[in-house]
């Protein structure tokens, strides 16, 4: 067949060589051949790909950008090494549980500053206005529907109509005949303090939000410490931003 009479024709070619360095450029040394440019090639394409690649990310990095990586790393022989592989500091169990007794300990104490601070605004303002206080009832008994239908607070309460609505200081007609006002009277200074007061609300409601967080996290705390423990349990509750998980621990006689 053809294909096989072309096989044959090709057995009997004569190989072609790449020519050798010619005699009177012997001193340059051997001529470089096809498959030694290919080597060489193909390294430069590489190193240039990799120049590419570089300038590319270079130009596409974000200045901000970190990685915890960049201050936990060291250069050693031109290699990058973590530096917790050989620093990194053993703990035994014992000594966790002191940190985070220690923890505990801070957190707690914190939250019983923020309570005496909490305490100590409530005695101050007294509450008597706060918008979150539950309203008082005031019920009054009369002997006859006749009286319920003619009842009139003021009178009933001995006091001025426009100081009815107040939840505090409301004086008698005989106080307001007899005594003069005390502290600011003109609508300015009036409103000035009622100011100061909602903001010394506000104050004690983020105090209050404190203490409960502060609250929160010691309990989360002494679960981790809890949970440190080799004794068997099983998860109850899961944890909440607002509460710490609970757990159910295998009871153990105690010796």
Do not use: C, W
Not at 1 to 16: D, E, G, I, N, P
Not at 80 to 98: L, P, R, Y
Not at 195 to 204: A, E, F, P, T, V
């Amino acid at each position: 067949s053809m294909s096989s009479f072309r096989k044959a024709l090709k057995s009997r070619q004569r190989q072609h060589h790449e020519r050798s360095q010619p005699a009177f450029r012997k001193n340059l040394g051997l001529l470089e051949k096809k498959k030694d440019y290919k080597l060489r090639a193909d390294d430069y394409h590489k190193k240039q790909n990799t120049l590419a690649a570089l300038r590319k990310k270079a130009m596409d990095k974000n200045p901000d950008e970190f990685y915890y990586n960049m201050i936990s790393s060291k250069l050693q022989d031109g290699v990058h090494v973590s530096k917790k592989a050989g620093e990194q500091e053993e703990m035994t169990d014992e000594q966790k549980k002191v940190m985070r007794t220690q923890d505990i300990k801070y957190v707690e104490m914190k939250r019983v500053a923020e309570a005496k601070k909490i305490e100590k605004m409530k005695a101050e303002l007294h509450l008597l206005d706060a918008e979150s206080k539950q309203k008082n009832k005031h019920t009054f008994f009369v002997d006859s529907k006749k009286e319920v239908q003619s009842f009139d607070l003021a009178s009933h309460l001995n006091t001025a109509p426009e100081l009815v609505d107040r939840v505090y200081n409301r004086p008698t007609l005989q106080t307001l005949e007899t005594k003069s006002i005390q502290g600011a009277a003109d609508p300015l200074s009036i409103k000035k303090m009622a100011k100061q007061r909602r903001h010394q609300y506000k104050i004690l409601s983020q105090r209050i939000d404190r203490e409960k967080k502060m609250f929160v996290i010691s309990q989360k705390i002494q679960t981790r410490k809890d949970l440190q423990d080799k004794t068997k349990k099983v998860k109850v509750k899961k944890e909440t931003p607002n509460a710490a998980a609970v757990y159910k621990f295998e009871s153990k006689r105690k010796r």
